[in-house]
């Protein structure tokens, strides 16, 4: 068995997707420091001209110590609307612009305050979109208890021994990829 261990980026690169496509099973770990100004709400698109612009997904402030699953989106703010209005220039020049824009509307019209929560629906949305057919799931509703890491990747190896002892598979038949 292949495991697939990431944190939940919003709208993640096409690599992501192809790790997905690959493995058997595909976990996005949320229960990990959340850092702020990373992949977890925001992403980066063209400009219409030259460069780049962020899109994001405004949050709620929280602790420097705060995990991915606890942080909370502001849904005061139009934000959904905003970053529709970032993507509009692609409209003279994008040949797939009226199916992408769906797809993006879709993932974005999650009723949710949750930052895992909206990005576990754009990775359903796109999967969907790109005939990828895979059951995503949340490491913090899994209700897994694993042994703490010492080092960064202990913990796709704990995640694995766990699922390993629960699911029946033996340690001779399972890999996993995080990153």
């Not at 192809?18 to 058997?24: F, H, R, T």
């Not at 139009?78 to 009226?98: E, G, M, S, T, V």
């Not at 899994?142 to 699911?167: F, H, Q, R, S, T």
Request: with cysteine; charged share 25%; glycine share 4%.
């Amino acid at each position: 068995m292949i495991i697939g261990i990431m944190q939940p980026y919003f709208f993640p690169y096409l690599g992501y997707f192809s790790l997905l496509k690959q493995v058997d099973r595909f976990i996005l770990f949320d229960t990990v420091q959340f850092i702020r100004h990373g992949w977890i709400e925001r992403n980066r698109i063209l400009k219409p001209c030259e460069g780049v612009q962020y899109i994001c997904v405004p949050l709620v402030k929280a602790s420097h110590l705060a995990k991915i699953k606890d942080v909370s989106i502001r849904n005061n703010e139009d934000w959904r609307n905003h970053i529709l209005c970032q993507l509009n220039h692609y409209k003279k020049k994008a040949p797939f612009y009226k199916e992408t824009m769906a797809v993006v509307e879709r993932a974005l019209a999650i009723n949710t305050e949750s930052i895992t929560y909206l990005n576990h629906n754009t990775m359903n949305c796109v999967c969907d979109y790109l005939g990828i057919k895979k059951n995503i799931e949340i490491f913090s509703q899994m209700n897994l208890e694993i042994e703490p890491a010492n080092e960064p990747d202990e913990w796709a190896l704990n995640i694995c021994k766990k699922i390993g002892k629960c699911g029946g598979i033996l340690e001779s038949d399972w890999r996993a990829f995080i990153f």
